[in-house]
């Protein structure tokens, strides 16, 4: 026996799941958002991600939503 066959499955639903994490960090600058504001105690406005990276305020909404919709920001 292998080791992957004392694993257990990994169903559709979380696989799916970690496709959508994996999809949401595969940008440099939302790895770079999600590096910044987790090294904060305290939620980040989006005016001081914009500040912080140099990135305008369009752009940092854009990939704030996606990262959002993948359920790595509130």
Same mark, same amino acid.
């Given at each position: 026996m292998t080791t992957l066959e004392h694993e257990p499955s990994l169903g559709r639903a979380t696989a799916e799941e970690y496709a959508r994490w994996f999809q949401a960090l595969a940008d440099p600058t939302r790895i770079?958002? /999600?590096r910044f504001v987790s090294r904060e105690e305290r939620p980040v406005p989006a005016g001081v991600i914009v500040d912080h990276l140099?990135?305008?305020r369009p752009t /940092?909404?854009?990939h704030l939503k996606i990262l959002r919709q993948a359920r790595f920001h509130r």
């Open positions: 770079l958002i /999600v140099k990135l305008s /940092v909404s854009h």
